[in-house]
């Protein structure tokens, strides 16, 4: 079975205090949902196309087990925290 990444682009950060409330209940939230933590960083150069300034990327056992840790209560209480906080994409690419 393929793994799965959940790779987070944050475009733009309107207000960090969101996001640091989101990040205390999000990290605990993904890892208890089998998350492994690969990157996440504002330390980020660019190559091509727009910088962004934040990026996060997640490696899960199977795209199964991501969309399951996303949809999880946990995550869900900790995405609310975030609310307007952001501008990002996030979405799940499967591994080879």
Known sequence: MAKAYLISIYIEIHD????????????????ANGARFLARSTNIE?????????AVVLEFE??????????S????????KLEGGVDRQLFLVEGL
């Open 16 to 31: 960090p205090e969101k996001l640091k409330a989101y990040a205390v209940d999000a990290l605990p939230a993904m890892q």
């Open 46 to 54: 660019g190559m091509e196309g727009q910088i962004p300034q934040r």
């Open 62 to 71: 199977s795209m199964e087990a991501a969309k399951a840790a996303y949809k």
């Open 73 to 80: 209560e946990e995550y869900k209480a900790a995405l609310a």
